[in-house]
């Protein structure tokens, strides 16, 4: 094999593993493009990967058998992954909020079916959701991401991954921060539900002759109603904080798996 056919081979075997990463992130981010159809999502992790391609330093050589190549990939997927889960767990926090709160205003029943969740939601997650994804586009968390996944090839070039295990422990604090997260949202708009739901037990228990069951849905969803267009503001505050915070995770995220 020549010196043109090795370059070749190089050049090819990089384009795949660049292009592995940009997918993974592509794949799971739940940015701008996640309903957009599957020939423009392509479009775009070949013009990213473009981009990338030869943008930082010196070309590294890809040698060795095919499951040396295997496993280079699989350790791309796994940092492109990471890298759009980060903003996923984002819009993740926001659900648990949703999940809550749809419960607490007697809309727990009311399920729809979401494309950009693969999968049913109720009425108020769904809003939140896409109230994330509309403040993440508005505060460029989608340029955030975009310019992290191209700057890990100056940090981690494709191929030198050579172990992503460290991404797992990073990948479940992140989890946890998550869940934290998304209580801290709706924990006022639960307490102040919780506190109606009770108040109109007492009602009914201090006046039974009063049909409780037939006005207890309409009040608690209307004080759900305007308690949430109340706290969309500090909600949306508090989301775009978290986005915030999405450059130095990637950053963490990328650090972990390059080499000492």
């Not at 108020?124 to 460029?140: D, E, H, K, P």
């Not at 228990?205 to 849905?217: D, E, K, L, N």
Request: charged content about 10%.
């Amino acid at each position: 094999m020549n010196g043109l056919e090795l370059l070749i081979r190089n050049e090819a075997a990089l384009l795949v593993l660049e292009a592995i990463r940009v997918s993974g992130m592509i794949i799971v981010a739940p940015l701008g493009w996640t309903q957009a159809p599957n020939r423009v999502k392509a479009a775009l992790v070949l013009l990213l990967t473009l981009a990338a391609h030869g943008e930082f330093g010196t070309t590294p050589v890809i040698d060795g058998p095919l499951e040396g190549l295997a496993y280079r990939a699989a350790g791309e997927m796994a940092l492109g992954v990471a890298i759009g889960f980060v903003p996923r767990l984002i819009v993740a926090a926001v659900e648990i909020a949703g999940e809550q709160i749809g419960p607490m205003m007697g809309l727990g029943v009311a399920q729809i079916f979401d494309p950009s969740a693969h999968g049913s939601q109720n009425v108020i997650t769904s809003i939140l959701r896409n109230l994330a994804v509309l403040l993440g586009c508005l505060v460029g968390l989608h340029r955030v991401v975009i310019g992290a996944v191209i700057g890990s090839f100056r940090a981690v070039p494709a191929g030198t991954i050579q172990s992503s295990s460290n991404l797992t422990e990073l990948v479940l604090a992140l989890t946890s921060e998550t869940i934290v997260t998304g209580v801290k949202l709706a924990i006022p708009l639960i307490a102040v539900l919780l506190v109606t739901q009770v108040a109109l037990a007492f009602v009914s228990r201090a006046a039974p002759a009063m049909q409780v069951f037939s006005i207890g849905f309409a009040v608690t969803l209307a004080v759900g109603a305007m308690l949430l267009i109340a706290t969309l503001p500090d909600m949306s505050y508090d989301v775009v904080a978290e986005m915030s915070r999405a450059g130095e995770r990637i950053e963490a995220l990328v650090l972990a798996v390059k080499e000492p």
